[in-house]
Nanobody
Framework: VQLQASGGGVVQAGGSLRLSCATS????????MGWFRQAPGKEREFVAA????????AYADSVKGRFTISKENDLTSVALRMNSLKLEDTAVYHC???????????????????WGQGTQVTVSS
């Protein structure tokens, strides 16, 4: 089972990026999915989550109103649209998926069983 995040890069403050998470090895169509990030010297933190059917979402307060999570490809993958990026959004972003069927959008890392390698997002001034 693999989750592969992509779409990171270097962007100026105020700019936008769109992250994607491709999956393989099993279907995550009935799984909740999410995004977490880790900045240098900091602990991993929750960014956004979405329930299995894509109708319920949860966001960290720091990204609410700027980021949008969505399920794609017949609910088998997840994307994160990031607008109005700030310097403090700089981090490695990881996508994650739960193994429980009909999963809800949850902010707990323990709710996710599969994790992908991250993609670096760097916001410059």
């Amino acid at each position: 089972v693999q989750l592969q995040a992509s779409g990171g890069g270097v962007v100026q403050a105020g700019g936008s990026l769109r992250l994607s998470c491709a999956t393989s090895g099993r279907s995550f169509r009935s799984s909740a999915m999410g995004w977490f990030r880790q900045a240098p010297g900091k602990e991993r933190e929750f960014v956004a989550a979405i329930n299995w059917v894509g109708r319920e979402t949860a966001y960290a307060d720091s990204v609410k109103g700027r980021f949008t999570i969505s399920k794609e490809n017949d609910l088998t993958s997840v994307a994160l649209r990031m607008n109005s990026l700030k310097l403090e959004d700089t981090a490695v972003y990881h996508c994650a998926a739960g193994s429980r069927r009909w999963g809800n959008a949850e902010a707990r890392a323990s709710a996710f069983d599969y994790w992908g390698q991250g993609t670096q997002v760097t916001v410059s001034s």
